[in-house]
C-alpha cells in the first residue's frame, strides 16, 4: 500500500479530525538500520533510526506536520518559532506546503549553513536575533501570545502528539520495544514524545515493554544534568546549543519513569561518534544527533550495560545538514592533481601510503 505520511498512517493515534488537513510530505516511515560494527564491538544489538531521511533531512517533520495542519484547521494564516536551525527548515517547508505564512527566529551565526538555506529557500521570512536560542524562544513566547500567529515550537502540544510517532515505528520495525533508546536532548521536547509514544504504544497493547530512556545533552549545555539553566551554552552541535530546556521537566519525568537517565557528552565525544557512523556504518548524520552514539559508547566504558540489551539510537538530522563541519572534521582533503592518468595513479599511490 502506498505510504500516505503521519498523519493518515497514525490518524487514530493523533488529534486528527474530519476538519483536519490531511498535510503531507510523506514524513516519517523512517529506517531502522542495524549498526553491524558497533553492535560487535559493544556487544549490543544497537540500531539506528535515521531520522535524516525525513523530508527536510530531521525528525522535526513530524511534529511540524501535525502542528501545521492544526493550526490550518484553527484558521490561522502565520506560524513563528524559534530554532537552532531544523525547526525552522520543517516550520518552513509545511507552511510552505499548507499555503500558510512562516516567521523563524534563529541566532545569528550559530545555524548550520544547509539548515539556514532551507528556510531561505521555502520562502519563510527569516530574522537573525543578536542572542541565542532561549532568548529567541522567549521572544517568539511573546509575540505569539499578543498577535493571531501560531507557535510551532515544541511547547506547542501537537508538535509532541506528532515527534512520538516515531516511537511506534520502532517498536513496529523491531517488532518489540528496545531495551533502551538513546536521543539527544535540547530543548527536550523530543525525548518527551518519545516517551509518550512508547507509553501509548505499549497501553494499546502494541509492544511488550517500556525502554528506558537515556538521553544526552552537550557538555558546555548540559542544563538538565547541572540542574540549573546555562547563561551562555556553547558546543560545536549547534542544534542542540541550548541552555534552558522548555521541556525540562517531562524530560526528566521520562528519564526517572523508565529507570534512565540524562547524561552528557563532549564534543570531543560526539565528533568521534559522528566519524564513525559516517566512516565504518556508513550512516551520515549531523553533529547533535551523534550525540546519541556517543552517549553509548560513553556508558559501555562505564559499565552500564550488561550485554545483549537492544538500544536504538536516534539519528535526528542528515549529516549534509551541517557540511562545514563534515569537511572540517575528515581526516583528508581532496588532492588537487593535474588532469592526466599518471597524476591520478600518483596520488593514489600517495594517499595509499598516507
Ligand atoms: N537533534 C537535532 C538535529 C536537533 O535539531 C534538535 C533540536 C535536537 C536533536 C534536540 O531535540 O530539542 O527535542 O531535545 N533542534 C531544535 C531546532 C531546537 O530548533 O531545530 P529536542
Known sequence: MRYMGLLETYKS???????????????????????????NELGLDLYLKYEGLNPTGSFKDRGMVMAVAKAMEEGSRTIMCASTGNTSAAAAAYAAR??????????????ALGKLAQAMIYGAKVIAIEGNFDRALEIVREITAKHPI???????????????????????????APDMLAIPVGNAGNISAYWKGFKEYHAAGKSNQLPKMIGFEAEGAMAIVKGEPIREPETIATAIRIGNPASWKTAVEAADQ???????????????????????????????????????????????????????????????????????TAATEPLVVEDSEEAVMDAIRQLEGE
Open 150 to 176: 501560531t507557535l510551532v515550537n515544541s511547547v506547542n502540544p501537537y508538535r509532541i502528539e506528532g515527534q512520538k510517532t516515531a516511537a511506534f515505528e520502532v517498536c513496529d520495525q523491531l517488532g518489540k
Open 13 to 39: 493515534y493523533l488529534p486528527v479530525n474530519d476538519n483536519t488537513p490531511m498535510l503531507t510530505l510523506h514524513e516519517g516511515n523512517t529506517p531502522l538500520v542495524r549498526a553491524e560494527r558497533l553492535s
Open 98 to 111: 499548507g499555503g500558510v505564512n512562516c516567521i523563524v527566529l534563529i541566532p545569528n551565526n550559530n545555524i
Open 258 to 328: 523508565s529507570n534512565g537517565q540524562i547524561n552528557y557528552v563532549t564534543d570531543e565525544q560526539i565528533l568521534e561518534a559522528y566519524q564513525l557512523l559516517a566512516a565504518r556504518e556508513g550512516v551520515f548524520c549531523e553533529p547533535a544527533s551523534a550525540a546519541s552514539v556517543a552517549g553509548v559508547i560513553k556508558l559501555h566504558k562505564e559499565g552500564y550495560f550488561s550485554g545483549g540489551e537492544s538500544v536504538v539510537c536516534v539519528l535526528t538530522g542528515h549529516g549534509l545538514k551541517d557540511p562545514n563541519i563534515a569537511i572540517k
